[in-house]
């Protein structure tokens, strides 16, 4: 039931007739309009300046046609808003009808014509009027584009917020207009999905870009829904376009940190404190990559089955008071793959609040830092070593010193001895002693790296066949001997006698390992140590390299054993069968030839001591064989300037010199030497020179001398020397070198071999 608005409308007749106008006034009024009248289209413009809500036009008036009024009210600002209802006269033909609603007549009716009908007529089109400003208002009020089209896709119709988004005005929105606001790269998407509809007749919803007036594009979904006349047959489409960007947005936003937490290495963890014991949500393909465990084998378990006998009491709790008071912790701790291998973690959780600031999950990253932590401990370990490495070599200087001294008069002594002296056995034992005392030494300053080495370019091949029948002899004979050795091998520059030392320490080592026999086997190898080997290897460079292998198949190591082979003064051996300077010093000889040791044992397993040297650049050069040196000390008549900082050593090896026939110039510093050497006129043919010394160190006192000398040839000498000696070039192998505890002959045979060498050109 129609209901008129509480305000009546207002209604304007015009008609020339009076009667006519009388009548139908009435009638309105009657059924409850405010009606004015009007006689001609003249007086019709006095009175729409009231803007009426409907105009009963007569289309014959006096002063002017009723169809062309009716143009004129269209065409007026105030009144377009405004109905019209045309009444045409009985003369009056269909065409005339035609155009009078073409020129925007609301409604025609033909005389005669009761009053009663242009009411009901008047009532019906202020029906339809009103019914259209509520369908406007709700277009209007919902935040979608609503929109009509003709049934062949024309558009109609769009709320205000069509062109308000747009910046088109109405006349661009008509037709097809609205496909061109669609982002170019989904105009065939949106037309196919239109084309499809309106060959199926079947609602449809679409997802385009549309643009914006500033230019830009926002995500939308539009959907469509055919209205039909009561034959079946489409008429109209009806539809909405809603703004989801945001949504889009945010989808898109999820699908990023899905994709994100899919493409990181660490793992990363959800658990739920809600419920009982904290368990797992969530769990990252990190998580699976680093752990072992997949997500099935994770979900609904506490984080705990990732630890072991070896993870830190002190940290899970840091981590279990960290979730009980709802703070972030940073722990590290270790954990144990699905495989049973550790794994040392960095674990980082942090709570995650709702709305109302209420704990609701745990986050955690866990990262892998085993190899950090393995670069740590080695690096502590090396510090250790090289502070025990300092204080060892400090030691081995003092002794060496001493031992010149009693190994070098014992000597002496037990050449004056006849055979059958009684107290000769005694001074033997002394001079073995001694010379067990010196050996004690050579191992500590090979552990500490601080000993002069003699390097030369050599076949390893070479070492291990000339000292194969000695290796036997120490292994004995319930243990076999395997050689593996690759030919051609390339060159190493090392120290022969040390690196015989290494096998033979590395012998020992495997016969002790195995006391019921077995097999130690060496094996030599040219090899490549790639980029990929330095990154697992902290400390070592990639390049060309000769290995030394030696394995045994004794009763191997646990890992803590293993990780302590290298400390000095280290062993599992029993009392009095052994120092722990065996493997120390195979360390310290192999980094200071500038190679790397790699170690691999389990227990039950045996050990494999894996040995990478520098390969050398030159070839191979044959050594002197120092078989058949003679066992007197050789005699000359040479002068020698002796300069020496510690009285025991000076005293005997300028005995030793003099016996040996030479004019010896003492001098216990620097400042005495150069004084000697300024005042001595005649040549002198050989400083002996000790390498360390408070004042000035023997190789500045060595150029300053040569300069008053230039003829002077030179011996150092040394208990050991430290860096900055080696960096001045004592180490280098035409230089000559004496290293202490020297004996009285390795003294005298050394002197001689440098006076008696041709000089270099």
Not at 184 to 190: F, I, L, N, V, Y
Not at 254 to 266: F, G, N, T, W, Y
Not at 473 to 484: C, K, N, S, Y
Not at 719 to 730: E, K, L, N, P, W
Request: net charge negative; glycine share 8%; aromatic share 6%.
């Amino acid at each position: 039931m129609f209901t008129l608005p509480r305000n009546p409308a207002t209604i304007v007749t015009v008609e020339d007739n009076a009667l006519v106008r009388s009548a139908l006034t009435n009638s309105l009024r009657a059924a409850g309009f405010l009606v004015h009248e009007a006689a001609s289209a003249r007086e019709l413009k006095c009175v729409t300046r009231e803007k009426p809500d409907l105009i009963v036009l007569n289309v014959q008036l006096p002063d002017g046609n009723g169809v062309d009024v009716c143009r004129s009210i269209k065409a007026d600002r105030d009144t377009a808003s405004s109905l019209v209802l045309l009444i045409s006269g009985e003369s009056l033909q269909s065409s005339d009808r035609i155009r009078g609603l073409e020129t925007g007549a609301d409604g025609f009716l033909a005389k005669p014509v009761t009053p009663d009908e242009v009411v009901a007529h008047v009532k019906a089109m202020l029906r339809f009027r009103h019914n259209e400003k509520q369908y406007h208002l709700l277009t209007e009020s919902i935040p979608h584009f609503v929109w009509m089209t003709r049934a062949d896709g024309q558009a109609e119709y769009a709320n205000s917020r069509w062109f308000e988004y747009t910046g088109l005005p109405s006349s661009e929105s008509h037709g097809l207009g609205w496909l061109q606001q669609i982002h170019p790269s989904d105009r065939t998407k949106a037309r196919k999905t239109w084309e499809n509809a309106v060959a199926t007749g079947l609602p449809y919803e679409v997802e385009y870009r549309l643009r914006r007036a500033d230019g830009n594009y926002r995500s939308h979904l539009a959907k469509g829904l055919p209205i039909r006349d009561e034959r079946g047959q489409i008429v109209k489409w009806i539809g909405t376009c809603t703004d989801i960007h945001a949504q889009k947005t945010a989808e898109a936003e999820l699908r990023l940190r899905d994709r994100a937490l899919q493409a990181v290495s660490e793992g990363i963890l959800i658990t739920d404190p809600c419920q009982i014991d904290n368990p797992i949500i969530y769990a990252s393909p990190g998580f699976e990559k680093l752990t072992g465990y997949s997500t099935e084998e994770s979900i609904g378990r506490n984080c705990r089955f990732l630890q072991g006998r070896d993870t830190s009491p002190e940290a899970i709790a840091e981590l279990r008071e960290a979730i009980r008071s709802a703070r972030p912790a940073n722990v590290e701790l270790l954990n144990y793959r699905k495989d049973g291998t550790p794994i040392w973690i960095s674990l980082s959780i942090s709570p995650i609040r709702n709305e109302e600031g209420e704990v609701t999950h745990f986050v955690g990253v866990q990262s892998d830092i085993t190899e950090r932590r393995l670069m740590e401990q080695q690096l502590r370990q090396s510090q250790k070593m090289e502070a025990v490495g300092r204080l060892a070599g400090g030691i081995a200087h003092d002794f060496n010193n001493l031992l010149t001294v009693i190994n070098g008069y014992g000597e002496m002594l037990l050449n004056r001895l006849g055979v059958n002296d009684p107290v000769r056995e005694s001074v033997s034992e002394m001079n073995k002693a001694g010379e067990r005392a010196a050996a004690l030494t050579r191992q500590l300053l090979a552990f500490s790296r601080k000993q002069v080495l003699a390097p030369s370019i050599l076949d390893l091949n070479s070492v291990v066949i000339d000292l194969e029948k000695m290796l036997r002899r120490v292994i004995g004979e319930d243990i076999r001997l395997a050689t593996d050795l690759q030919s051609p091998l390339d060159a190493v520059k090392v120290d022969r006698g040390q690196m015989e030392q290494v096998l033979l320490n590395l012998a020992v080592n495997a016969r002790d390992a195995m006391p019921r026999g077995g097999q130690l086997s060496l094996k030599t190898r040219n090899v490549e140590l790639d980029d990929a080997y330095a990154r697992d290897h902290p400390y070592t460079q990639p390049g060309a390299y000769v290995a030394l292998v030696v394995s045994d198949t004794g009763h191997g190591m646990t890992s803590e054993v293993k990780a302590r082979i290298f400390e000095p003064f280290f062993t599992t051996k029993g009392p009095g069968m052994g120092t722990g300077l065996g493997l120390a010093t195979v360390y310290g000889i192999v980094k200071q030839s500038g190679g790397y040791i790699e170690v691999f044992s389990e227990p039950g397993s045996g050990a494999t001591f894996e040995i990478y040297l520098p390969r050398a650049a030159r070839a191979i050069r044959s050594s002197k064989s120092q078989s058949g040196a003679m066992r007197s000390p050789p005699q000359g008549s040479e002068t020698i300037l002796l300069v020496e900082d510690d009285d025991a050593v000076r005293s005997l090896s300028r005995l030793i010199l003099r016996q040996s026939g030479y004019t010896v110039l003492e001098a216990r510093t620097a400042q005495e030497a150069r004084d000697a050497a300024c005042r001595r006129a005649e040549p002198i043919q050989l400083l002996v020179t000790d390498v360390v010394m408070p004042e000035l160190g023997g190789r500045e006192l060595t150029e300053r001398l040569l300069v008053v000398h230039p003829e002077m040839r030179v011996l150092f000498v040394s208990g050991y020397t430290d860096d900055a000696v080696v960096r001045h070039g004592i180490s280098e192998e035409e230089v000559n070198f004496l290293q202490k505890p020297f004996t009285p002959l390795a003294l005298a045979s050394k002197v001689r071999e440098i006076l008696d060498s041709v000089p270099a050109s």
